[in-house]
């Protein structure tokens, strides 16, 4: 009987360490050759390894959540015979694209990581982090988010008696799963759901992580605007009516030409905050977050260049990162560098919001809800349709003044929506 130290392999692209999130095996399971150990992510993705030999665990290098170094013992496996580490397979990195749910909100810079002392096995990029041992796959033929399924596991759910209430099984169908039963059956009246205790890893750790330095080191301010959204919902309309087979237009792209075509008179808007280094890039395209709420988590697939895009490009533009970060297919270089961010909660609105600027940038624009609204023009009572813009900033970089006179132009824009269109 030998023993083998499977050691985290480099992982490439400037990674030094990386987290646990998910472990597919414990101390006294047998494993074969390529067999799925462990999950683990990065800043980057979050990547699968499989076990180079055959044998059985004796040791594992943490828990889910602890963060370990690149070349330290992940795991350990006694083997039958003797076995040379030399004689691993090098590790080798699936040249597949990152998971969109699995790569970092924000950009991260690393440090150079360590040479692995020793060829690791191959990693390979899996759809989304999981929070827990997976002892038992659930039904293939339904459809959810690893996220959703192993929280389904936790709790003993069988997918397939969820109601599902859109394409796939949610958490919120679980929680009416829940609702109404007690494992089997009808759940008592007056009955209450169980605690749960949920760790704090993975996607939502790199999340509540952002956020908390964000508010931390950035001492935000936030403005709001009423804006009279009467004649661009009217124009709206008309487009929509002669869009052939183009896209359909919400109020999103219009939103974000106003936005492009403001910013060259406010330049500290569109802005990037290196706060170590003590300097401020003012930049010149616009490349535009869009925070999207995925099964994982809030991300901000990017818009690049958007003040070269027209209306039409920008609604084909929103679509389809939205789709690819939610179906996982978004590539690493579409979740990072954007310059300034907008954030809307679509259908659920809200009259007015406080968004969070995503760091290092400087600003975060919030679109609400378009209400119908009583107001007097001329003297007489008419009907319009009104929308509160809501902007964050870094006080550090913009001034009150600024940020006022930002809002204002934009509002000038959408209120006299054929602007829109003017060079």
């Known amino acids: 009987m030998a023993r083998f130290t499977f050691k985290l392999p480099d ?16 101390v006294g399971d047998v494993v074969a050759e390529d067999q799925q150990i462990a999950d683990m992510m990065t800043d980057k993705a979050t990547v699968e390894m499989e076990s180079p030999v055959a044998g059985t665990v004796v040791e594992i290098g943490g828990e889910v959540g602890d963060v370990i170094a690149i070349g330290s013992a992940l795991v350990v496996i006694e083997t039958e015979g003797e076995i040379a580490e030399e004689e691993a ?30 060829p690791a096995p191959a990693p390979k990029v899996v759809e989304a982090p999981v929070a827990a041992p997976a002892p038992a796959a659930p039904a293939r033929h339904v ?7 192993d929280r389904a596991r936790t709790l003993g759910i069988d997918l397939a008696d969820v109601k599902v209430s859109g394409d796939r099984v949610r958490h919120a169908d679980l929680d009416a799963y829940l609702t109404y039963n007690a494992g089997q059956g009808f759940r008592p009246a007056g009955a209450a759901r169980a605690d749960e205790a949920i760790k704090v890893i993975g996607m939502r750790r790199r999340i509540a992580e952002n956020m908390a330095a964000s508010k931390r080191n950035i001492p935000h301010f936030t403005y709001v605007e009423e804006i009279d959204v009467t004649d661009l919902e009217a124009m709206r309309a008309d487009l929509n009516a002669n869009r052939g087979s183009r896209p359909k237009l919400t109020m999103l792209p219009l939103m974000i030409v106003a936005i492009c075509k403001a910013l060259p008179e406010f330049p500290m808007i569109n802005a990037r905050y290196d706060d170590e280094a003590g300097v401020v890039t003012r930049h010149g395209a616009v490349h535009l977050g869009m925070a999207t709420q995925t099964d994982a988590g809030l991300m901000v697939p ?8 027209n209306v039409w490009q920008l609604a084909s533009e929103i679509t389809r990162l939205a789709e690819a970060a939610r179906s996982g297919k978004a590539k690493s270089e579409e979740l990072s560098g954007s310059t300034l961010t907008i954030t809307s909660l679509g259908p659920l609105g809200g009259v007015a919001t406080t968004p969070v600027i995503n760091r290092p940038e400087v600003a975060i624009i919030g679109p609400n809800r378009v209400i119908e609204r009583p107001v007097i023009r001329n003297g007489e009572i008419a009907v319009a349709k009104l929308m509160n813009l809501s902007i964050s900033c870094d006080h550090r970089v913009v001034d009150g003044w600024d940020a006022a006179s930002y809002v204002q132009a934009i509002r000038k824009l ?3 929506p054929v602007l829109l269109f003017a060079d």
């Open 11 to 26: 992982i490439g692209e400037g990674i030094s360490e990386a987290e646990i999130v998910a472990w597919h095996v414990k």
């Open 89 to 118: 397979v090098e590790a080798r990195i699936d040249a597949e694209t990152p998971d969109a749910a699995t790569v970092a909100v924000v950009e991260a810079a690393a440090p150079e990581p360590e040479p692995a002392p020793a």
């Open 414 to 416: 959408l209120e006299t």
């Open 302 to 309: 990017v818009i690049r260049d958007a003040q070269a895009k």
């Open 143 to 149: 459809l959810a988010s690893p996220a959703v399924r």
